[in-house]
């Protein structure tokens, strides 16, 4: 279990309040945990209290909102359970202050009705599993702590997952378009077929390509595999490679990043090699 210790003397244990320069303080530690560790600790510990990261999704909502209407008073703790299935199909963008607002206030009728979370909240850029949704709220509180007002906008990247469900973490995306970008300057040579060599010389087959982005990809904590063609004539002993970010496995996107190297070909594959 993850738990993150947060001292935060603003806080009154008797009734379970938190003002908004007590949770402006632990925005940051939040935010700067997630960018570290690429995920949302399940319990933070506020002077000597317990307090679930779901608990503290509505806490950083409900101060959001004070703040925009200028309400001074303290967000009083609410039990507040986790999401049983959560999920998220968001894409790389900004939400404006309007939306972010409205969401916070979908969240917290939802949260105050429910007593938790939704399995995810619909956006502009697609649904927001909840661990993103934490992520964002602390970059929004900590900004107004920082310049005393809030953001105009704020930056959303995909919280990715394994295919055993667990995070990658905010800004997995981002990792797998780096690698992506960086395949693209490898020239397609046929005869080299070593993904250490293509990375000296710059040039490689698709047995180098393919062995190349599984090393970097694995290393990275993304699912791939290599697959390669068991029929199909001209193709034969073609290789590629397939990821899994969410519930399936896909076809590297080559096109994505104007790749000289390409997916599959042929009738028919089989796995040689998988991270997972």
């Given amino acids: 279990m993850l738990t993150l210790l947060i001292n935060l003397s603003d806080v009154s244990a008797a009734n379970s309040s938190f003002n908004t320069t007590s949770l402006g303080k632990s925005a940051g530690t939040i935010k700067s945990y997630v960018e570290t560790k690429h995920a949302v600790p399940e319990t933070v510990t506020v002077a000597g209290q317990h307090v679930t990261s779901a608990q503290y999704l509505y806490l950083l909502t409900s101060t959001v909102q004070n703040i925009n209407t200028g309400k001074a008073a303290p967000v009083t703790l609410k039990n507040v359970s986790e999401p049983t299935n959560p999920s998220e199909t968001v894409t790389s963008g900004t939400l404006t202050k309007s939306e972010y607002l409205s969401v916070a206030g979908q969240l917290n009728t939802y949260m105050n009705t ?16 909840y661990e993103n949704l934490v992520y964002t709220y602390s970059m929004i509180l900590n900004f107004y ?36 970008y960086s395949e693209a300057k490898f020239r397609d040579v046929q005869g080299q077929s070593s993904p250490t060599v293509m ?68 009738s028919g594959f089989f796995v040689v090699k998988s991270s997972v």
């Fill in 114 to 129: 429910n007593a938790g979370i939704p399995n995810y909240v619909s956006t502009s850029l697609g649904n927001m599993r």
């Fill in 145 to 180: 702590t920082t310049q005393n007002r809030l953001p105009n906008t704020v930056s959303v990247s995909p919280w990715i997952t394994t295919p055993e469900g667990s995070p990658m973490g905010f800004n997995a995306q981002s990792t797998v378009d780096s690698i992506g």
């Fill in 199 to 266: 990375d000296k010389v710059g040039y490689g087959d698709c047995w180098a390509d393919s062995g190349w982005l599984y090393n970097k990809l694995s290393a990275a904590g993304v699912p791939v595999r290599i697959m390669e063609t068991s029929s199909g004539g001209l193709y034969y002993l073609h290789r590629w490679v397939q990821i899994n970010v969410g519930n399936e496995w896909q076809t590297w996107n080559y096109a994505k990043y104007n790749s000289q190297h390409c997916g599959a070909l042929g």
